[in-house]
């Protein structure tokens, strides 16, 4: 066998996100891939689709989720020599669980990893998912364009408003980084069922703002991502839809926060990428 062929010999982990201990119903979120005897850090993916996950738990945090694929990858870096179990049980929640590691032949790891995620995390094509909308497609697209410049898992992650503003905020901010001594958030806002996102947001930026000044001694840059009006029909042909969506934008500009659409993260991404100098 031509020896660029060879496959390595690694071994596996499947993530299971399991709400209820006792009912043990659970959905497999993500792989664990490492090449056995190899000092390369173990590799780490979660599914980029928690509509089954919501399936089975509708309260699940799934914004937690993410953030924990985060901090494994970045441990598995800092790593790749340390006790995975130890690792493991520092950063996963109660409701994740690992099973135990299963032989697998790779002609690589990206491959590996690839084929691992499609035959036990993905939905099959065949199963009929409602597509993504709102909030959660902006967050989609959003996590999609960092990643593709390789800043997600240095951003801050459901930022917590009340460590700005007071205690009891119960606003999260999608995600931030700080370059150069001023602070950069970004918040999903969908004016798919009405403009009550974007009040939201505009009420609660004066004192967001005024508390990264005061705790981190920097400017805050707040930016809220939108779908573009014509993914919501707020055209000229739909003059209430219209108005509806510029009211929204207008609100949340008049109170200084950045609003971009979906369009416009890839340059956005590409900042990202240059300050965080990836």
Known sequence: MNSGNQRRAC????LRYVPDA??????????ILREQGSRES???QFTRDWRRVRCLDPEADTALLEGME????LRFEA????????LLQESLSLSVQMTEPKAYLAESLP???EELMRLYVEPPPRERVPRLSGRAAIQARMRTEFERVGVWDLLRKRIAASEYTRPGDPLKIDAGYRPNGMIRMFHAVSLEPGVEMAKVLAFSSAG????????????????AVIEPASRLGATDAEPER???YRFGVETMEEHHIRVLTTSDLDRVAETARRELRV
């Open 42 to 44: 173990a590799r780490v």
């Open 242 to 244: 219209l108005e509806m």
């Open 111 to 113: 491959a590996g990893m």
């Open 70 to 73: 985060s901090e494994l990858r």
């Open 208 to 223: 967001l703002r005024a508390g990264v000044e005061r705790v981190e001694q920097a400017q805050l840059e707040l930016t």
């Open 11 to 14: 071994e596996f982990h499947l």
């Open 22 to 31: 006792v009912r043990n119903e659970y959905v497999h979120i993500g792989v």
């Open 79 to 86: 790593d790749p020599d340390g006790d995975l179990m130890r």
